[in-house]
């Protein structure tokens, strides 16, 4: 359970990197341009991380860091690049509440991995929770911001979900990296043709993208995966609350966005359905979750088993 917690605790940098990103985005950032936006965000970070593990992808990783960039990297930061301008900053990180039933829904047909009682629970009261943060708020629902926070939302949990599935025996940092780096790259050819010229960057926009880039990707985007690696997809979806729970707070704190009752009722119900979604003790003889369990070759250490090899006495020493 230590080994879990611990886990856990990792998986959490990233929903709160990210909720944080929301008030950096409107308040740092240049307005509009959302796909000059992912892109100077993903390819920054991805160059980083190449920058400590030079590792070209192998195979299917090619096509695989594709797919992964246009649903975690590239569509994801775009869309909620265009979110976070147009909401505020706590409607914005609340609409991704959906998540943790989304990635349960869809990892038990992908990884096989059923949702338990206690997730689908921990999902039922923290959506519940965040229900009342958001419909407690003062600020405007703009209807596109809040369609690009729900694109992103499922964007992105189809996006964990197969990174599972084809991350186990993967490198974190090296998958990670090109994950951006295609994301990225892949947003700039339509950033020329749609938006134009890149934006003009001031001192406060760097340090934004400087935030962005380094902590809320470079950094959360490894712990997140190397969480998903370990832990079922339902439990990291869940700690992903924290992302709304973040939002509400840095904006009331630092934005002066108003804290409602309601709000306030539903930061504890968020909590819950975290702790509620905590990984359950592994069953006797199985390890822990994301590492490979080979029953067959606990049985042929069992003796009497065909094909084991026979024990051999030591020899007794007169």
């Known amino acids: 359970m230590e080994a879990n917690l611990r886990w856990v605790l990792l998986a959490a940098v990233a929903p709160v990197a990210w909720g944080a990103n929301y008030y950096v985005t409107k308040a740092a950032l240049p307005p509009g341009d959302p796909l000059y936006g992912g892109a100077i965000r993903a390819v920054p970070a991805g160059l980083l991380l190449l920058g400590l593990r030079r590792r070209l992808p192998r195979g299917a990783w090619w096509w695989r860091s594709a797919v992964l960039g246009v649903l975690n990297a590239g ?14 900053t706590s409607t914005a ?12 829904l869809i990892a038990w047909p992908l990884v096989g991995e059923r949702p338990r009682g206690a997730h689908l629970s921990g999902a039922g009261v923290g959506v519940g929770g965040v229900c009342l943060m958001l419909w407690g708020g003062s600020g405007g629902a703009d209807p596109l ?9 499922l964007l992105s949990s189809l996006g964990y979900v197969l990174a599972k599935r084809w991350g186990a025996g993967a490198d974190v940092l090296a998958s990670t990296c090109w994950q951006l780096l295609a994301g990225g790259l ?3 050819p339509f950033a020329a043709v749609f938006e134009g010229a890149p934006p003009a960057l001031g001192g406060r926009a760097l340090l934004g993208f400087g ?4 902590v809320a990707t470079a950094l959360a985007f490894t712990a997140w995966f190397a969480a998903l690696g370990r832990l079922p997809a339902a439990t990291v ?16 704190a630092v934005a002066h966005e108003p804290l409602t009752a309601r709000q306030l009722a539903g930061l504890p119900l968020v909590l819950a359905g975290v702790l509620l979604g905590r990984p359950a003790p592994p069953e006797p003889g199985r390890p ?11 049985l042929r250490d069992l003796r009497g088993v065909r094909g084991a090899p026979p024990r051999v006495a030591p020899p007794r020493v007169k």
Request: charged share 5%; no cysteine.
């Open 237 to 252: 979806g869940l700690v992903g609350l924290l992302n709304p729970v973040t939002g509400v707070l840095l904006g009331t």
């Open 186 to 188: 892949l947003l700039l």
């Open 145 to 153: 911001g809040v369609a690009a926070s729900a694109g992103a939302m």
């Open 288 to 298: 822990r979750a994301g590492s490979p369990w080979r029953p067959l070759g606990r």
């Open 211 to 214: 935030y962005v880039a380094v």
């Open 93 to 104: 990180a609340t609409v991704m509440a959906a998540s943790p039933l989304v990635m349960a």
């Open 75 to 88: 569509g994801f930061f775009a869309l909620v690049y265009l979110a976070a301008q147009r909401l505020p």
